[in-house]
């Protein structure tokens, strides 16, 4: 069973840095591009960022750019997303997902490349 499962998230002040983790389970851990997407309240998920399996390349959102960096460990079968300098709109819930084509050269940020999806983190940033 396919499972990714989000934790790290929390409430910090404007400035602060949080590392986020995916856990991955039930599939081949380095064969899958795995990505990091964001939900604010009223608004639609969107793609922060990603890193394929094949060659660690990765995909940065411009508003996230500078900022956030991803990486992944494929022996301890972890995704992190490290954010830094955290602004209050980079509030939202954070979710992990599994690119639904194993070994791919890149990945990009739109929803419907994803087909598995860990439950969220929250991540709140006050001013």
């Known amino acids: 069973q396919v499972q990714l499962v989000e934790s790290g998230g929390g409430l910090v002040q404007s400035g602060a840095s949080l590392r986020l983790s995916c856990v991955l389970s039930g599939f081949p851990a380095n064969a899958y591009a795995i990505g990091w997407f964001r939900q604010a309240p009223g608004k639609e998920r969107e793609g922060v960022s990603c890193i394929t399996s094949r060659d660690d390349s990765t995909y940065i959102a411009d508003s996230v750019k500078g900022r956030f960096t991803i990486s992944r460990d494929n022996a301890k079968k972890v995704v992190y997303l490290q954010m830094n300098s955290l602004k209050p709109e980079d509030t939202a819930v954070y979710y992990c997902?599994?690119?639904?084509?194993?070994?791919?050269?890149?990945?990009?940020?739109?929803?419907?490349?994803?087909?598995?999806w860990g439950q969220g983190t929250q991540v709140t940033v006050s001013s």
């Open positions: 997902a599994k690119h639904r084509l194993g070994l791919r050269r890149g990945c990009g940020p739109s929803v419907n490349d994803y087909d598995s």
